[in-house]
């Protein structure tokens, strides 16, 4: 089922719920929709991880627990 605004723009519902109460937060779908396509654009699937020194923040993280 598709929701308009006001506007005519498509909406998205979003329903959040925690122990401590819920929230239903609506907003424009076309920039949701738009944000996979742009960060796939920028970083293509299986290049992820290489902007990211993954060794050195593990060994970050793990020397700061101990």
Request: net charge negative; with cysteine.
């Given at each position: ?10 909406l ?5 719920s ?10 424009a ?7 996979p396509c742009r960060t796939y654009?920028?970083?293509?699937a299986d ?6 020194d993954l060794?050195?923040?593990?060994t970050r993280?793990?020397e700061?627990?101990?």
């Amino acid at each position: 089922m598709t929701d308009y605004g006001a506007d005519g723009r498509e909406l998205l519902h979003v329903a959040l719920s925690a122990p401590g109460g819920s929230a239903h937060p609506t907003t424009a779908l076309a920039p949701v929709r738009e944000w996979p396509c742009r960060t796939y654009r920028l970083v293509p699937a299986d290049r992820e991880s290489e902007a990211l020194d993954l060794e050195h923040r593990l060994t970050r993280f793990l020397e700061d627990s101990s």
